[in-house]
């Protein structure tokens, strides 16, 4: 049972370069979510899906586009990469939100974009 | 300005002894808190879930407390050990809404 699997673990782009970070969950959770994580500063949420096929903006959704075509994965896409991208990115899950329903994260992707 | 502030953003303690981290939040109302754990170069992992109806909820050493009047909640960590180093994060879950917010984490060093 591996959880929340991100792949890749790391990764150092151009300026302008495209990429697509992959979310994989074994736990048939419903809601998936993709948040940065930034120095001093608490996670943000980007976006969010509550199901298959379906997603939604979170708080710093500009130059980031997700699809959710599949139950268990979770995309998030960067366009054309810029350096204020320069971040780790988390994926988590959960069955729903709130409640006493915890989100399970992966271990994250670190991005620098040069 | 974050709902959710944390402090100390660091502390440095020697193992075995006690400490209590504190979260301050703005976010009302609110559905539920949780701390959770981030380890150096790990995704963080949840350590206590209280609803707004709850004072407090222990995990082991780990023991979150909960002032909804006041909109604070500590962790406080009893005994502790060299694993326990590790930055903690409060979040809050806003009432019928998805985007949890998160505080900035205090990062804690356990020293032998």
């Known amino acids: 049972n591996a959880g929340v699997t991100q792949t890749p673990k790391f990764r150092v782009l151009k300026t302008g370069q495209s990429m697509t970070l992959l979310c994989a969950q074994d736990m048939n959770h419903e809601y998936m979510y993709w948040y940065r994580q930034d120095p001093g500063m608490g996670l943000r949420l980007i976006h969010y899906s509550v199901g298959e096929g379906t997603t939604a903006k979170g708080e710093v959704p500009d130059g980031y586009n997700v699809s959710r075509l599949k139950k268990q994965n979770f995309l998030l896409g960067l366009e054309s990469a810029a350096p204020s991208q320069t971040s780790v990115y988390f994926c988590?899950?959960?069955?729903?939100?709130?409640?006493?329903?915890?989100?399970?994260f992966g271990d994250g992707t670190r991005l620098s974009i040069l | 300005k974050n709902q959710v502030e944390q402090s100390p953003q660091s502390l440095i303690i020697l193992e075995g002894k006690n400490c209590t981290l504190q979260c301050n939040y703005t976010v009302s109302p609110f559905s539920n808190l949780r701390w959770y754990k981030q380890d150096t170069g790990r995704g963080p992992v949840s350590l206590t879930i209280?609803?707004?109806?709850?004072n407090t909820k222990s995990n082991g050493r780990y023991t979150a407390t909960l002032d909804a009047d006041t909109k604070q909640s500590s962790l406080h960590i009893t005994a502790s050990q060299l694993s326990d180093s590790a930055s903690y994060i409060c979040v809050v879950i806003p009432y019928n809404n998805n985007d949890m917010r998160f505080g900035a984490g205090t990062r804690l060093t356990v020293k032998p």
């Open positions: 209280m609803t707004f109806s709850e």
């Open positions: 988590a899950s959960s069955y729903r939100t709130g409640g006493r329903q915890p989100q399970h």
